[in-house]
T-cell receptor
Framework: GENVEQHPSTLSVQEGDSAVIKCTYS??????FPWYKQELGKRPQLIID?????GEKKDQRIAVTLNKTAKHFSLHITETQPEDSAVYFC???????????????FGKGTKLSVIP | GAVVSQHPSWVICKSGTSVKIECRSL??????MFWYRQFPKQSLMLMAT?????????EQGVEKDKFLINHASLTLSTLTVTSAHPEDSSFYIC????????FGQGTRLTVV
């Protein structure tokens, strides 16, 4: 099955700085890469995703880049704010189940702390 | 966006008893739902895939006789933790696929 590696496990940045979290995946057939933000005791919240036909996607302060050759994708948060503090997970679906089946393998998570 | 509702949000039960958790897709039909477990400070781990009208598919290491899954309709999947023990205490989350994965609110299970 899919194997997703995520690093770093913790990340502290000063408010206003940028944060970058990186993930690698193992199955070259994977074609959808979501990023989730999870606050304590809450469900994961999709913040951005990218599909394999594009290399970069941006939504205001958040961007995701994808390198299919190297099988890695990254989350970029610019102008960080204290409310960005949370645990972030990357994920990849099982490509063998076909399009539209979001059976996900998650990375181990990154605890982001934004220091005011 | 689509809504997946999970109930209860939290439950405390005695060791040896069973607990049922419900997962409903409120505004779309889901032939497949997924159940994840998340221990404190860890990631979400897939436990099983729930298939409407057929048996669930369990991940390696997950006891199918302990975690009973029923997907009797296109909008409802249930997870029953049987003979619960303290080590089953965890955060259980369901998801259903639509345009993306939609997650339930999660259930915090504490076994005492």
């Amino acid at each position: 099955g899919e194997n997703v590696e995520q690093h770093p496990s913790t990340l502290s940045v000063q408010e206003g700085d940028s944060a970058v979290i990186k993930c690698t995946y193992s199955d070259s057939a994977s074609n959808y890469f979501p990023w989730y933000k999870q606050e304590l005791g809450k469900r994961p919240q999709l913040i951005i995703d990218i599909r394999s036909n594009v290399g970069e996607k941006k939504d205001q302060r958040i961007a995701v880049t994808l390198n299919k050759t190297a099988k890695h994708f990254s989350l970029h948060i610019t102008e960080t704010q204290p409310e960005d503090s949370a645990v972030y997970f990357c994920a990849a679906p099982n490509p063998r189940l076909g399009a539209g089946s979001y059976q996900l393998t998650f990375g181990k998570g990154t605890k982001l702390s934004v220091i005011p | 966006g689509a809504v997946v509702s999970q109930h209860p949000s939290w439950v405390i039960c005695k060791s040896g008893t069973s607990v049922k958790i419900e997962c409903r897709s409120l505004d779309f039909q889901a032939t497949t739902m997924f159940w994840y477990r998340q221990f404190p400070k860890q990631s979400l781990m897939l436990m099983a895939t729930s298939n409407e009208g057929s048996k669930a598919t369990y991940e390696q290491g997950v006891e199918k006789d302990k975690f009973l899954i029923n997907h009797a309709s296109l909008t409802l999947s249930t997870l029953t933790v049987t003979s619960a023990h303290p080590e089953d205490s965890s955060f259980y989350i369901c998801s259903a696929s639509y345009t993306e994965a939609f997650f339930g609110q999660g259930t915090r299970l504490t076994v005492v």
